[in-house]
């Protein structure tokens, strides 16, 4: 499925103050990605379930799902750069990112790999350089951990090499919205995300029309 769009870490806790003391309103985080609780109000977005993501102008939302509707995969692409999303449980008490970036790191080494380390925008990344059918792939993994949730964002093309060229793909990242939900989850394990149901409707006329299976949508849903 391709959808076309047109457009459109540290988290604040509440400090108990006694009964004649008046409340404070805890200011929205400069930017996201967001908790569900967080995200600010009058944002088009494309509601994916667990991951609710921005319509920036002239960014491509690209899904795989199964005939169920369940998201496979999620990739967003703007011009020759991709951003590759997933978001995953975590424990409540701390962040994953460290240990899955630790993990990131080992595993791309052993497959011969040339993998940095640096400080990016949301703290400790991944370059990588991995060999592919169709020859050396840069690659920029960037992890941000959430309440009980960790976004793992995987830059490609020139996004990957120069932070500077993920424009509108750094946009998407910055208002994504995370709805955990309140169900207890194993940690790591991936956050359900699913078709809008208008648009599985959509796409299972035209499977079953023969045709193509791709959808355009002017905005978000």
């Known amino acids: 499925m391709i959808f076309s769009r047109k457009r459109a870490a ?3 806790g509440r400090e108990e103050r006694a009964v004649e003391a ?22 088009q977005r494309l ?8 319509a920036v102008p002239d960014v491509e939302v690209r899904v795989q799902a199964d005939q169920q509707g369940v998201i496979q995969q ?11 999303l997933g978001v995953f449980a975590a424990p409540r008490s701390e962040g994953i990112w460290d240990e899955v970036r630790e993990e990131i790191r080992k595993s791309l ?6 993998v940095e380390e640096v400080v990016g925008e949301y703290g400790p990344e991944l370059h990588a350089r991995v060999r592919t059918e169709d020859g050396l792939t840069d690659l ?6 959430g ?21 509108p793909l750094a946009v998407c990242l910055d208002g994504l919205v995370v709805d955990r ?14 078709l809008p149901r208008e648009v599985g409707e959509e796409a299972g006329q035209a499977e079953q029309a023969g045709q193509a299976g791709i959808a355009s949508t002017p905005g978000a849903r």
């Open 10 to 12: 540290g988290r604040h």
């Open 147 to 167: 309440p009980r949730w960790m976004v793992r964002a995987v830059y490609q093309g020139a996004a990957a090499t120069d932070p500077a060229a993920a424009g």
């Open 47 to 54: 509601d994916l379930g667990s991951l609710q993501i921005p």
């Open 140 to 145: 920029r993994f960037v992890g941000v951990d």
């Open 74 to 84: 999620v990739v967003l692409v703007h011009g020759q750069s991709a951003l590759q």
């Open 109 to 114: 080494s052993t497959d011969g790999a040339a």
């Open 22 to 43: 008046p409340e404070t309103v805890e200011p929205t985080p400069a930017r996201g990605p967001y908790d569900v609780t967080e995200a600010p109000d009058g944002v």
């Open 181 to 194: 939900g309140a169900e207890a989850k194993p940690v790591r394990e991936p956050l359900p995300l699913r």
